[in-house]
């Protein structure tokens, strides 16, 4: 089993819809987790974040996780064509020994269609 | 005014050659970062760097070396290109040194280097 697991689509919705995309992982080490949005030819950046378990709400995204199912998910609501991009969710935590991990999700491709 | 560029943003070459890829970041950032995007998007870190410690990912193979001339500098050497090095490389830096990935240290990627080896 991959220590992060996220279905990379595509995902094809029409304007205005509600998206929700998921990450599944297997470390319970992981304590940050994070979202990051990818545009065509550009590099990652850092959409939403969250620490350990809850909900956190940034205008129309919203970012949930459930340590106990180890299950993240990000909303995003009346979506407009220019969330169209990859969306990769990523987490880190402390494995011991001075050690930390940053794992990337596989990335889910979103288009939203006017 | 980019925070973190790489170059060359292209880079088409043939089996066996070596290649450079220059990533500067004009952020203060106390730790760079090179990450491998293959075909499938998936993204993997390769090495991190600060003035202190290079960290390097034990599956990445040694035709692949990291330089870093300053802080603000951290470049990446492949020699004897092979057709399986074929990917998008990206470059990366956030504040703080260690390896402690935390909401107030995100990283901030360069728009990555389109590597194509013939």
Redesign the interface.
Request: proline letters at 6%; aromatic letters at 22%.
């Given at each position: 089993q991959k220590e992060v697991e996220q279905d990379?689509g595509p995902l094809s919705v029409p304007e205005g819809a509600i998206v929700s995309l998921n990450c599944t992982y297997s470390n319970s080490a992981f304590q940050?987790f994070?979202w990051y949005r990818?545009y065509s030819?550009?590099?990652?950046?850092?959409l939403m974040?969250?620490?350990s378990s809850g909900n956190k709400e940034d205008g129309r995204f919203t970012a949930q996780v459930d340590k106990s199912s180890k299950y993240i998910s990000l909303f995003i609501r009346d979506s407009q064509p220019s969330d169209s991009a990859?969306y990769?969710c990523?987490m880190?935590g402390?494995l011991g020994a001075?050690?930390?991990?940053?794992t990337?999700g596989?990335?889910t491709?979103l288009s939203v269609i006017p | 005014d980019t925070a973190?560029s790489q170059t060359p943003k292209y880079l088409v070459t043939q089996m066996g050659n070596d290649k450079s890829i220059k990533c500067e970041q004009n952020l203060g950032h106390d730790t760079m970062y090179w990450y491998k995007q293959d075909s499938?998007?998936?993204?993997?870190?390769m090495f991190s760097y600060n003035n202190k410690e290079l960290i390097i990912n034990e599956t990445v193979p040694n035709r692949f070396s990291p330089k870093s001339p300053d802080k603000a500098h951290l470049n990446l050497h492949i020699n004897s290109l092979e057709l399986g090095d074929s990917a998008v490389y990206?470059c990366?830096s956030r504040s703080g040194g260690?390896?402690?990935?935390?909401?107030n240290s995100?990283?901030?990627?360069?728009?990555?280097t389109r590597l194509t080896v013939t």
């Open positions: 990379p940050y994070m990818q030819r550009k590099g990652p950046e850092l974040y969250t620490y990859t990769l990523a880190s402390y001075g050690s930390y991990q940053l990337f596989k990335g491709k | 973190v499938k998007k998936f993204l993997k870190i990206f990366a260690g390896q402690g990935f935390t909401y995100p990283l901030h990627f360069g728009n990555g």
